[in-house]
């Protein structure tokens, strides 16, 4: 794996690379992303990576400075996964000047759920995903379907935008108790971390229902808001909505049910597609 540190260097690198799957991350890999690297390998002819914790997506509270870098970890994870160019730019590259230019999602996109509780994230989202493909041009980028509205902003975007470029949304991948592993699982205590699989045990109970036939869809988010809140979760939401674009869902939508809680200081999201 050939690590490039400029955009010069992994354009020149990537002139007859083929067909390039692209899969963008801001590093402490885990099987997750690796899942992502190895999927990607049957998507294109030369995989790239990228590490860059990007600044723009964290709120003035958010852990910018806290959020851990592994890179020397990450580095084997992703040769060992197949990877064979991975672009880890660092600020003063990708952002040389201030970014005054940038996307704006749709409001109806980024002003709900995750927006609503991070103002701005994916704004920055968006604006480094678009420079990202701007410096790779891959043929397909992947990402996780753990972090849904931000897929559902990034295929929204490209559609719209022209991008050439097949966005792949790759199933979450789960701890052995079902908690979607993520980054942030670090954060936990190890009473926490017990607790933690709750949060999908009561997606689970909602996606049950609607499979089921149920058209409650705010009593069944009221339910699993509760049963959250009883055993010592904050949540932010509990939702079912439509996949396409995260709007109220209506009986016969294609959906998915969505939630993020604090437990303890730890804030965490996960989904189940219905």
């Known amino acids: 794996m050939i690590v490039h540190n400029t955009i010069a260097s992994l354009r020149a690198a990537l002139a007859d690379a083929g067909r390039v799957a692209f899969a963008p991350t801001m590093g402490n890999l885990h099987a997750g992303h690796i899942s992502l690297m190895r999927q990607a390998r049957g998507l294109g002819d030369t995989v790239v990576a990228s590490i860059f914790v990007n600044r723009l997506q964290f709120g003035p509270r958010e852990d910018f400075d806290k959020y851990p870098r592994t890179f020397a970890q990450d ?92 966005i792949v949304g790759c199933d979450t991948v789960r701890a052995d108790d079902g908690l979607a592993l993520s980054s942030r699982n670090g954060y936990l205590s190890p009473l926490e971390r017990a607790e933690a699989p709750r949060l999908a045990e009561e997606l689970g109970k909602v996606a049950e229902a609607l499979r089921a036939g149920s058209a409650e869809f705010g009593a069944l988010e009221q339910a699993a808001v509760a049963a959250l809140a009883a055993h010592g979760w904050q949540p932010d939401y509990v939702a079912i909505r439509r996949q396409t674009d995260l709007q109220p869902a209506q009986a016969g939508d294609p959906m998915v049910v969505l939630a993020a809680a604090r437990l303890g200081n730890t804030r965490l999201i996960d989904n189940l597609e219905v």
Do not use: W
């Open 75 to 166: 580095c084997a994870l992703l040769e060992e996964a197949g990877v064979a160019h991975l672009f880890a730019p660092d600020e003063g590259e990708l952002y040389p000047s201030p970014q005054q230019y940038q996307v704006y999602p749709a409001d109806a996109h980024e002003g709900i759920l995750e927006g609503a509780s991070r103002p701005g994230h994916f704004r920055g989202v968006a604006t480094v995903v678009a420079k990202l493909f701007n410096i790779v041009q891959p043929q397909v980028a992947l990402f996780g379907k753990k972090d849904y509205q931000q897929l559902m902003v990034i295929r929204n975007m490209v559609r719209e935008l022209d991008f050439p470029i097949g």
